[in-house]
């Protein structure tokens, strides 16, 4: 059974940096794209970072372009999210996923199978 377990969230103040991370258990997950998204409260989940099965091709969303960064290291079957210059707006409870498929990294909701419980970031103002 697939399990993946987020941490590394937390609260922080505006302008400040967390790194969050995710491990894997239950598979190896070295041939498949990987990703974060995040869930605001009365929002809906939405794609923030992706990385392909090798972690040499990354996509970000605008929103967080140049301030976040994810990475993947398959040897210890963890994905990461370092996150700087956080704002309010970042707050969010943040998910990894591990796709369907390898290949580019994926931006949408259906391109994942499997899914973390969550890790709250707040950063206040």
Do not use: H
């Not at 099965?53 to 929103?63: E, H, K, V």
């Not at 990894?96 to 290949?103: R, V």
């Amino acid at each position: 059974q697939v399990q993946l377990r987020e941490s590394g969230g937390g609260l922080v103040q505006a302008g400040g940096s967390l790194r969050l991370s995710c491990a894997a258990s239950g598979r190896t997950f070295r041939n498949y794209a990987m990703g974060w998204f995040r869930q605001a409260p009365g929002k809906e989940r939405e794609f923030a970072a992706a990385v392909n099965w090798s972690g040499s091709l990354t996509s970000y969303a605008d929103s967080v372009k140049g301030r976040f960064t994810i990475s993947k290291d398959n040897a210890k079957n963890t994905l990461y999210l370092q996150m700087f210059k956080l704002q309010p707006e970042d707050t969010a409870v943040y998910y990894c996923a591990i796709a369907s498929l390898g290949g580019a990294p994926k931006t949408g909701y259906n391109d994942y199978t499997y899914w973390g419980q969550g890790t709250q970031v707040t950063v206040s103002s």
